[in-house]
């Protein structure tokens, strides 16, 4: 055995990549890149735009959207889209959800914005928290949180638009998209890609705010967050600016095996196969707990394990480094000891029991 106690290749997963985004890109994704033709060529030409016709086709497939809804790309990941949403579709008064980093992030974003109001209700580290407040246009609330591992139930909130971050568990959760009017991803999680680049499913009362708020006298209008100019590229299969042609690429492949492998439901499936896994081992081990109390909101896609302070996640992570597991350290601004593992779709279950594995393995030494 070596001195730093590796665990052995016999029970080591066949890919160690567990991180919360990026995310593990199946190899199959990366095989077809070498000899796709779109590389290097003009996004304003039919190669380019077929792949992202393909990409809007295959989900509005995916979530079985009605004809009415859009999907509409651009660049700078879902960040951007929260200052879009900051200019394109608050009109005044925000309601917004915050119970991590990312929904926290959002308010804070918009409240910085002169022309809005926010009001954010907020709920510790690992719990949930709801939109219950009726007042202003918008209600914002993040699906999953993925700096905790907490899962919001989707619902319709009770002003005239409902924004869902949803970057983390777009993919893996079967959703009934005419509860919301934006459902807004980056890439780089379930759907295995690049980042860089935003996805937003818009319904008809979306796209009308972003219509009507390019108009809107109350607020600057830098063209990178004016929604409408991306709406209107989007229905030509193009973006404003110019998208990582290799994101487009790898989106598109793994949309088109989501469809393949039998659709959300099976992907929401292979998920909770992954989280449930990571659940019972951290019940069934003492130094272990389970960071979401709630077991209604323990994410499909991200579980945040406690580990007794005896057993340092630093030390631990870095043994499993060293034998090619990585990403798996909890979410660096909740400072705690804390393992965090994804489950997406790509990321195979069998890989999950290993890592599990390898866990007991290093501890037990
Ligand atoms: C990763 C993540 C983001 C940020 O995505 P970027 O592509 O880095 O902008 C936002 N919200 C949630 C819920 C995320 O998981």
Not at 294 to 315: A, F, G, H, K, M
Request: proline content about 6%.
């Amino acid at each position: 055995m070596n001195k730093r106690g590796i665990p052995p290749h016999s029970i080591r997963p066949l890919d160690g990549r567990f991180g919360a985004g990026p995310s593990l890109i199946r190899a199959a994704q990366l095989k077809k890149m070498s000899t796709a033709p779109q590389w290097g060529t003009s996004h304003r030409k039919a190669p380019v735009m077929d792949i992202v016709r393909s990409i809007q086709e295959g989900i509005s497939e995916l979530f079985s959207l009605p004809d009415s809804y859009e999907i509409v790309l651009g660049n700078g990941g879902a960040t951007a889209f929260w200052s879009i949403a900051t200019v394109s579709l608050i009109r005044q008064r925000a309601q917004m959800a915050a119970f991590g980093e990312f929904g926290s992030k959002f308010a804070a974003d918009a409240a910085s914005a002169p022309w809005l109001t926010v009001d954010v209700s907020e709920a510790p580290a690992g719990s949930v928290a709801f939109v219950n407040d009726g007042e202003g246009d918008v209600g914002a609330y993040p699906h999953n949180e993925t700096s905790t591992g907490a899962t919001s139930p989707l619902y319709r909130t009770a002003q005239e638009l409902t924004l869902v971050d949803a970057t983390s568990i777009a993919g893996a959760s079967v959703v009934d998209l005419s509860l919301v009017d934006a459902y807004y991803f980056s890439p780089q999680k379930c759907f295995g890609s690049d980042g860089g680049l935003w996805v937003a499913i818009l319904s008809p009362a979306a796209v009308e705010r972003a219509f009507h708020l390019a108009e809107a006298t109350d607020r600057p209008h830098p063209g990178f967050l004016d929604l409408k100019s991306a709406i209107v590229a989007s229905r030509k299969a193009q973006t404003v600016n110019t998208p990582a042609i290799g994101t487009l690429l790898l989106l598109n492949e793994q949309v088109q095996w989501m469809l393949s492998e039998g659709g959300l439901p099976a992907m929401a499936s292979r998920a909770q196969q992954g989280a449930s896994l990571i659940q019972a081992w951290a019940e069934n081990r003492d130094y272990a707990s389970l960071f979401v109390d709630n077991p209604q909101w323990r994410s499909p896609v991200i579980t945040t394990v406690d580990l007794d302070e005896s057993i340092p996640v630093t030390e631990l992570a870095s043994a499993l480094r060293d034998a090619g597991i990585v990403d798996i350290e909890g979410y660096r601004g909740l400072g705690r000891n804390q393992l965090r593992i994804a489950s997406f779709p790509s990321i195979a279950t069998d890989d999950i029991q290993a890592l599990l594995d390898c866990l007991d393995w290093v501890i037990g030494r």
